[in-house]
């Protein structure tokens, strides 16, 4: 399968772009919309996805190609107030190549200050994000499951890090 977003073939059974993380296989899976919100306690480290959470549009523009995708992102303010006092890592299956750009173009539109960003190497959304929590995250913030909370779009993802024992749900269950 071709990636509308980047050009690159994957097999044909990946759900994700593994050069641009780009979702290639369309979920049925419906993010259930809570009445009551949840709140963002401001103690918490935040592990934040990008597509399809902190970017409002990601459907909209999902097959624009990169890098001019960037430009097109518009971005969740009523998250952003949420935790724009939190400790925010953004751990995302974009490319690296992006990060200078995504990063500047977050900086310039919204008030969040991201304090740490990790990108994608070329692995799964799942498998990326438990890398950078083992490998990066959870040896210098500490193993305390307690600490954190995952706000994050993809089922999967959020299943590995309730294995941590850390706390992971989409943007949904706050705005």
Known sequence: MICPACNTQNDSNEEYCLNCGQRLIESEYKEEIRETKLEIPKDKIILLDLNYT??????????????????KRQYEHELVELI???????????????????LKHIE???????????WNFGKRPPALKKYWLENAVLPTHGYDPEKYL??????????????FGIEARPKSDFI
Not at 110 to 118: P, Q, V
């Open 150 to 163: 995952a706000i994050e779009s993809n089922e999967k993802t959020r299943e590995m890090y309730g294995k």
């Open 54 to 71: 902190l970017i409002s549009n990601s459907w909209a523009i999902r097959y624009e190609k990169l890098p001019g995708k960037i430009e």
């Open 84 to 102: 724009k006092d939190n400790y925010v890592i953004l751990i995302t299956a974009s490319p690296y190549y992006t990060s200078f750009d995504s």
């Open 108 to 118: 310039e539109n919204t008030d969040l200050k991201i304090d740490e960003s990790y």
